[in-house]
């Protein structure tokens, strides 16, 4: 999946991400991700995809894939003046 596919709250978990792995708690309406700062709700559907596209690695701790890593590099250089 490229970075121009990605929805903005989809780059919003991945640039959390990028920091390194965070814990979660997995129910039916949300994953909550604990960030360094704040507690932020973020949409199940959007985590679900991002680990089914390879660019979130799960199990008890989410963190962004190599994968992952390459997208937010080509989101990163996208809005980037050249």
Do not use: N
């Not at 970075?3 to 909550?32: F, M, N, T, W």
């Amino acid at each position: 999946m490229s970075a121009s596919a990605l929805a903005p709250s989809q780059l919003a978990i991945l640039k959390e991400l990028a920091g390194g792995a965070l814990g979660y708690y997995r129910d039916d309406v949300c994953v909550l991700l604990y960030l360094r700062y704040a507690e932020q709700d973020i949409s199940l559907s959007d985590v679900l995809a991002l680990e089914h596209a390879g660019l979130l690695v799960g199990g008890s701790m989410f963190e962004i894939s190599d994968a992952g890593r390459l997208a937010l590099a080509e989101w990163d250089a996208s809005c980037t003046p050249h």
